[in-house]
């Protein structure tokens, strides 16, 4: 293909630009304003947020993109004293960020609270009950079984320390501050079970696992990224992971599992039947849905678990994702997961299906679930910055096509898709920004054949005209690797 003068200048331009590391223009910051969004419009960034801390407490509100303001509350609690989110919760955008002392107005509709564990605790041979999240320390019954008596007040895990960081920067102490993302970084301390505490000992004392947490807040979600790095060899025989902690639940959901559409009652089901199962979602009276997404990655993958094992179990009005089922596990070894919980009133929650809005990845998402047979054709304002990812794994027997403004699916059986916003500069779709982009938009502006097939994401900075300056954008993006 010839490349006329101009388009080697630009070429040269963009070459040397990249060779100059994190030198020349950079592109504007986002606005951090807490101010309202369309309902229903996508773009390529997490609403904003603002943050304080009081070297205690840690409150979030965060616009959802979808008209309301949730609201979170980061504390130590439950019986180990962990730091972890207290309560979530949601009211009508109020910008007013002096409210940020306990959340005192206006009234705010508590979605989550933790009375119990957000974070799964472990259980290891041997020992009848678990350690960490809300566990105290269980004695051995009459007959010398440890973990079968009675609880005392000794706790199974400590925080160690805590790190919060807004956009990466320090939130200053008793200071309201303004960005898109919190990010709580938290490091505990697991103990073995079988080493008996001594006498007057309000922890126990001898570390199993290093659990390091950390936490990622934007609009109406919380990712959760979880490693364990174990101390001693052990066989841990049960490991849940995440949790659910929602209030007011009256039924669930299961995509990709037993339940296609809500029903009241979800018992446990298991991994044979329903090997790429990873999400549950739970509604409320209130018409509020807390959605629980194990990401198939790591533990997420469930290579821990058995074909016979449970999969998906629930208990004392929980539910839980089974991660680990009688897996021996050797000092040094490291275990992962990740997953996202999304708080959100459903766009669309019909016969037909489910449509709710999230992050992941600092990217807006559209989750769709199709409970049965179906073609309907969705307004979705900004569709076209969407794209469908490979995530939901149980996409069999349907499609969804975008449009500009537009969504269409067709399924002969139940199924699930899950939409994210394009990268910020990756023209040509491929999931990647890098040089393949520059070029992608040097031939839009030259008009060469290939021009069309990127034009609708050629406009990086939204001015109408595609130019070099969107060059200029691409090459930051890059640059901010």
């Excluded at 969004?37 to 609403?47: R, T």
């Excluded at 209030?247 to 089901?269: H, L, Q, R, W």
């Excluded at 060469?448 to 990127?454: G, H």
């Amino acid at each position: 293909m010839k490349i006329s003068f101009y388009g080697r200048v630009v070429r040269l331009a963009a070459v040397v630009l990249l060779m100059m590391g994190n030198s020349g223009s950079v592109l504007a910051g986002a606005n951090h304003t807490i101010g309202p969004m369309a309902s229903n419009q996508f773009g390529n960034d997490a609403p904003p947020l603002c943050a304080k801390f009081d070297g205690a407490n840690l409150f979030i509100a965060a616009n959802d993109g979808n008209g309301t303001e949730m609201c979170y509350w980061f504390k130590r609690c439950m019986n180990n004293e962990l730091f972890t989110f207290f309560r979530v919760g949601a009211r009508q955008v109020s910008y007013d960020t002096s409210n940020l002392n306990g959340f005192s107005s206006p009234a705010i509709t508590w979605l989550n609270s933790t009375g119990s564990d957000n974070i799964g605790p472990v259980a290891i041979q041997g020992y009848g009950d678990f350690v960490g999240g809300n566990h105290r320390w269980c004695t051995a019954d009459e007959n010398g079984n440890p973990g079968k008596g009675s609880y005392v007040d000794i706790r199974t895990a400590t925080c160690d320390s805590v790190a919060i960081s807004l956009d990466g920067n320090d939130i200053p102490l008793n200071t309201i501050a303004y960005g898109r993302q919190v990010r709580v970084k938290v490091w505990n301390t697991l103990f073995d079970p079988l080493v008996e505490p001594g006498e007057g000992d309000a922890v126990l004392s001898s570390p199993l696992i290093g659990e390091f947490v950390t936490y990622n807040v934007e609009g109406g979600n919380i990712a959760v990224d979880v490693e364990h790095a174990y101390v001693k060899s052990v066989a841990v025989s049960r490991y849940y992971g995440m949790q659910s902690m929602f209030n007011g639940e009256d039924s669930i959901m299961t995509p990709g599992g037993a339940y296609a559409s809500f029903v009241a009652s979800a018992p446990k089901f298991y991994k044979a039947d329903y090997p790429n199962f990873s999400r549950f979602i739970e509604h409320n009276a209130g018409g509020w849905c807390q959605s629980s997404w194990m990401r198939p990655i790591d533990l997420g993958t469930h290579y821990a678990i058995g074909a016979n094992c449970t999969i998906y179990t629930r208990s004392s009005g929980k539910c839980y994702h089974v991660l680990i089922d009688n897996y021996p596990v050797q000092q040094g070894d490291t275990l992962r997961w990740h997953g996202i919980y999304t708080w959100a009133m459903p766009l669309v929650n019909d016969a037909d299906l489910l449509v709710y809005r999230g992050i992941i990845d600092g990217r807006q998402a559209l989750y769709v679930d199709a409970k049965q047979a179906c073609d309907r054709v969705l307004a979705v304002l900004g569709a076209k910055a969407l794209r469908v990812t490979d995530y939901a794994q149980n996409s069999a027997g349907a499609t969804i096509e975008i449009g500009a403004d537009d969504i269409h699916i067709s399924a002969s059986n139940p199924a699930s898709f899950i939409l994210v916003t394009r990268v910020s500069g990756d023209v040509n779709a491929d999931g990647m920004v890098d040089v393949d982009d520059v070029n992608a938009i040097i031939n839009v502006i030259l008009g060469t054949k290939m021009s069309s097939d990127y034009a609708g994401n050629a406009d990086i900075d939204g001015s109408g005209i595609v130019d070099v300056d969107d060059v200029n954008a691409v090459i930051n993006v890059i640059l901010r690797k």
